[in-house]
């Protein structure tokens, strides 16, 4: 399960390290700016290409529906909302499980559609009995990471695998994280689902920290031992 999740505002972390094309999220900034400018009766032609600004739009909290940022082949960046629309549900399909991807017919179509949904972290909430409490799950030095995702040229949904043991006493689900020597084959369209399930799985317990934000010890503490999630 994942229903919410952390992007940091340091894109350049991303496109530097993964060395991404950003031209799709700094056309939708400029053509926002030009409408902008057109409604006030401005003309645009100071319409800024930071991708900063471009990018600001898409960090922070993320929550269902909400435009988030996904790489497609290529390194293309580009814009999806949030959760899948499925005919007869009143929510959409935030996530999806690993385990039966093939089998469902909302996912099996978008199988050859993978994407990558950059975050910094997300969140999770330990029941105890009827109280709820919160935690973020993050790497020990907060690093960015990817998630494995789906899209369909509109939207994306994350999918979600059985947890690390670290985090299991947290929930039972967690988002499937693409690892460095990862990448290119989860992008590349040309490799069949089939070849590519085993990425699917949860990550070892000393890639993961977390932190419970309600009162309560704190259950772990940064540990060196991390892998470079871009490392090449």
Same mark, same amino acid.
């Given at each position: 399960?994942? /229903?919410? #999740? ?7 972390? #991303? ?6 094309? =950003?031209?799709? $999220? ?15 009766? !401005? ?8 991708? *900063? %600004?471009?990018?600001? &739009? ?7 529906? *909400? ?6 082949? &290529? ?15 009143? /929510? ?6 690993? !385990? ?6 909302? #996912? ?38 990817? #998630? ?10 994350? $999918? ?23 990448? %290119?084959?989860?992008?590349?369209? =040309? ?21 419970? !934000? ?5 259950? /772990? &503490?940064?540990?060196?031992?991390? $892998? ?5």
């Amino acid at each position: 399960m994942c /229903s919410r #999740f952390d992007l940091n505002s340091d894109i350049r972390a #991303f496109q530097v390290q993964l060395g991404l094309n =950003m031209e799709d $999220i700094r056309r939708m900034a400029m053509q926002d700016e030009n409408r902008t400018a057109n409604a006030n009766d !401005e003309v645009g032609d100071d319409v800024s290409d930071d991708l *900063d %600004a471009a990018f600001e &739009g898409l960090t922070g909290t993320r929550r269902p529906t *909400d435009p988030i940022a996904v790489i497609l082949p &290529g390194q293309k960046v580009a814009i999806r909302s949030w959760g899948l629309t499925v005919p007869g549900l009143n /929510s959409p399909m935030i996530n999806a499980r690993a !385990e039966t991807l093939r089998e469902k017919p909302t #996912f099996r179509p978008l199988l050859e559609r993978r994407c990558l949904i950059p975050a910094t972290g997300w969140y999770e909430w330990r029941k105890n009995g009827a109280a709820k409490h919160k935690n973020r799950i993050t790497l020990p030095d907060h690093q960015p990471f990817l #998630f494995a995702g789906l899209e369909n040229g509109r939207e994306a949904t994350i $999918i979600t695998c059985a947890p690390s043991p670290a985090i299991a006493h947290i929930h039972n689900r967690m988002p499937a994280i693409i690892g460095p020597n990862h990448i %290119a084959p989860w992008l590349d369209p =040309m490799i069949g689902f089939e070849d590519l399930g085993h990425m699917l799985g949860p990550l070892p317990d000393h890639i993961l920290a977390w932190h419970e !934000e309600t009162p309560g010890p704190q259950t /772990s &503490g940064p540990d060196r031992n991390q $892998i470079d999630l871009f490392s090449k």
